[in-house]
């Protein structure tokens, strides 16, 4: 099972998760996106290619060789989308936690740091200001906002997040990917959708967006629970994948 973080979060927002399911009798494989955590912040395009191709050259090196279930929160769920639209025999079945590709409310600093130059310069200025003041949206339980804070912030001081970010936001596409949620339905590879009753980031009503365009996906709601249901919840998404996993595939006509 491979864990795909979000856009900006590092590999850290899945760890309430790994437990349950190693414990369930799952191998699983977590890791940061390239200029988020970690890992190397290379000067390069960030694009749907550099994405799939460090997600394929990792599963290489890890031995993976069969096909994998993948679980992609918000962002990482467009990467999973993608990967499976242009690798379906690599996929085993989609785990979709409140997934971009879908329209979503951009403020005025947002799409201005989409515009090249100017961008950079207004990230350089603002950057962590507006990454911090975005916390508080993930979840509506004050105490969990501190944590994340400290656990995240240090990364985006690493040299190249900036342009790792800033060149996702390009050239990615983060909410116009409706036609790729389409291919992959065609392929009805096994799809779990969850979403978060309080999500204030992606909010609820654009789940009736991706259930339209994948209609064969089981669908639940996570009460008490914003942006990040597996962190703020993980007693009940855990089981819900887990069940979900245990299911036999289907077979083909």
């Known amino acids: ?13 899945w760890e309430p998760l790994v437990e349950p399911l190693v414990r369930a009798g799952h191998r699983v494989l977590r890791y940061d996106l390239f200029g988020r955590g970690y890992s190397d912040r290379p000067k390069v395009r960030y694009g749907p290619e550099l994405y799939e191709r ?16 993948l679980v992609g929160l918000a962002f990482g769920g467009l ?87 800033l060149s996702t936001l390009r050239h990615m596409a983060i909410h116009t990917a409706a036609p790729t949620f389409h291919r992959v339905a065609e392929l009805r590879i096994p799809t779990l959708l969850l979403w978060g009753r309080d999500d204030r980031i ?6 009736e967006e991706v259930r339209a365009a994948l209609p064969y996906a089981e669908f639940h709601i996570i009460d008490d629970a914003g942006h990040l249901p597996h962190y703020e919840r993980p007693d009940a998404v855990a089981p819900l994948l887990t069940e979900f996993l245990a299911k036999p595939l289907p077979t083909s006509d």
């Open 202 to 207: 992606t909010p609820l009503h654009i789940a």
């Open 1 to 13: 099972m491979v864990l795909i973080p979000g856009a900006t979060l590092p590999l850290f927002v």
């Open 54 to 69: 460090q997600l394929t050259e990792l599963l290489a090196a890890q031995g993976f060789h069969a096909p994998v279930h």
């Open 79 to 165: 990467l999973a989308v993608q990967y499976v639209d242009r690798n379906p025999e690599r996929v085993r079945s989609l785990c979709l936690i409140e997934p971009d590709g879908f329209g979503t409310k951009l403020s005025l600093g947002v799409r201005l740091m989409h515009v090249p130059v100017l961008g950079e310069a207004l990230f350089a200025v603002m950057g962590e200001r507006q990454l911090r003041a975005r916390l508080p949206g993930y979840s509506r339980r004050p105490e969990l906002i501190p944590e994340l804070e400290a656990r995240f912030l240090p990364s985006t001081r690493i040299a190249g997040f900036g342009h790792a970010l």
